[in-house]
């Protein structure tokens, strides 16, 4: 109660003048109750038309980079640009219109699977979420459960699978349309055939828009415009999979680890 008792109040302009979508970190700082240092210095251009993937191990400040992207926070210094804008100047209900989300901890509410994707567009009609469900590969699975799109799932979605509350979550996304893209892990939970189809739908997703993902499957990084590896909040490297893969490095050495665990068995 304190904690949120103390917590300031965001407030900025409730019209954007930006020019474009791209998203730009200038020497970020950001930490958790002013003692807890995630990101240090962090700079980076996520340009509109292209996917930037932010990697590296874990607690590098990925998933915390995407938050403040999104102003769920306000960076200690430093200036988070969108269009030019600085985002800390804009109202943070206006700056979500204009971002879809997928973390990968999906929050759904003891409603029907229709009313869960509307979220995403409150005045959707009914056709416009199913259209959103096709075009994300869902409406097959969905019209299997009891009641279709009717079916009350429980509360944050208890009903379903883990990956069948990721997908609603990009279902929801697909529906929303936004210019902004953030997806975190956005297909952990899913097995290898339903990831290949969730891809396909998260291209559709991500057409023409600034799209910042945290991945770490290879398949996933490797198509990339851009990647960012992140460690311990800092910035390590910036480049394509082919330019960072042909230097050593940190990233060069995760895709090695993670090319051996894929081919590791039993003996």
């Given amino acids: 109660m304190k904690e949120l008792e103390n917590t300031k109040i965001q407030q900025g302009k409730e019209n954007m003048l930006n020019q474009g979508f791209d998203i730009v970190f200038q020497d970020v700082n950001f930490s958790y109750n002013h003692n807890e240092s995630v ?14 993937a932010l990697v590296g191990p874990s607690g590098g400040g990925k998933s915390t980079a995407l938050k403040v992207a999104a102003r769920f926070g306000d960076i200690d210094s430093g200036k988070i640009t969108i269009g030019g804008e600085d985002i800390s ?3 943070p209900e206006t700056l979500l219109k204009e971002v879809s989300i997928v973390f990968q901890d999906v929050t759904l509410f003891n409603n029907t699977v229709l009313e869960n994707i509307r979220i995403g567009k409150k ?26 799109y009717n ?9 379903l699978s883990g990956g069948e509350r990721q997908r609603l979550s990009i279902v929801r996304a697909l529906l929303k349309n936004a210019p ?4 975190d892990e956005a297909t952990s939970s899913l097995d290898i055939q339903n990831e290949t189809v969730v891809q396909q739908a998260i291209s559709r997703l991500t057409k023409n828009k600034t799209v910042i993902v945290v991945a770490h499957r290879m398949r996933t990084i490797a198509n990339a415009d851009k990647i960012v590896l992140l460690k311990e909040g800092k910035v390590h490297q910036i480049g394509t999979h082919k330019e960072l893969i ?22």
């Fill in 123 to 148: 005045d959707a009609t009914d056709e416009e979420v199913f259209f959103a469900a096709k075009a994300a590969k869902c409406h097959d699975f969905i019209m299997e459960m009891s009641n279709g």
């Fill in 39 to 52: 990101l240090n210095g962090v700079s980076f251009v996520a340009k509109q038309g292209e996917v930037t």
């Fill in 246 to 267: 042909s230097h050593p490095g940190e990233y060069a050495n995760m895709i090695t680890l993670q090319s051996q665990s894929a081919n590791w068995k039993l003996s």
């Fill in 89 to 91: 100047k804009i109202d």
């Fill in 151 to 159: 079916t009350l799932i429980g509360e944050n979605g208890s009903y």
């Fill in 180 to 183: 902004i893209v953030l997806l």
